[in-house]
């Protein structure tokens, strides 16, 4: 009988298929993302040190003024602005995404659009 993994399995074994490839230096650190049900985290980490440089997260009482929902487009929106914003104050320009094992689309796509607009390129 087959049986079908979940998606949090699926989502984690891509995620270090990716990780194999990707890795933060200090010229580019990584741009790391993840997901809950109800918020959204980012940091930027130094992988050569084991350091982050800088995090946000709808949780954040910066990102969390304004928005009714914590999970959704515009709230990705807005934690990409402010992390672009932040990792721009610690003269941090350029970084490599790790999308954590989830699809570019949807949050996860609003969130890069946003933080590249705030200054980061990737």
Known sequence: ???KKNRTEL???KH???RHTLSGTSERPRLAVFRSN???YAQVI???KGVTLCSASTLDKE???GLTYTDNMEAAQKLGTV???RAKAKGIEAVVFDRGGHLYAGKVQAFADSA???GLKF
């Open 1 to 3: 009988m087959v049986s």
């Open 11 to 13: 989502r984690q074994k």
């Open 16 to 18: 270090y298929r990716l």
């Open 38 to 40: 109800k918020h959204m």
């Open 46 to 48: 130094d992988d050569t």
């Open 63 to 65: 990102v969390k003024e």
């Open 83 to 85: 992390l672009g914003e």
């Open 116 to 118: 590249r607009e705030a």
